[in-house]
């Protein structure tokens, strides 16, 4: 538990630090893995890089 607050804490100075914050690209694509299984993610994974073929971010 003390390594996760620790991971936490970190986080949280990277992305609000002046300098370069930790902070994904605002092109972007994010996949939001909470819940999701391995395999979930993999398919999540394909969905969007075959909607990135049509330019698209596949949202939803």
């Known amino acids: 538990m003390k390594s996760l607050k620790r991971w936490v804490k970190q986080q949280e100075i990277d992305s609000g630090r002046s300098l ?20 979930e993610v993999v398919d999540q994974i394909i969905e969007l890089v075959e909607n990135l073929k049509q330019n698209d971010c596949g949202d939803g």
Do not use: E, F, H, Q
């Not at 914050?21 to 999701?36: E, F, K, Q, S």
């Open 20 to 39: 370069s914050p930790l902070r994904a690209a605002r092109d972007a694509c994010v996949i939001d893995t909470t819940g999701l299984s391995v395999d």
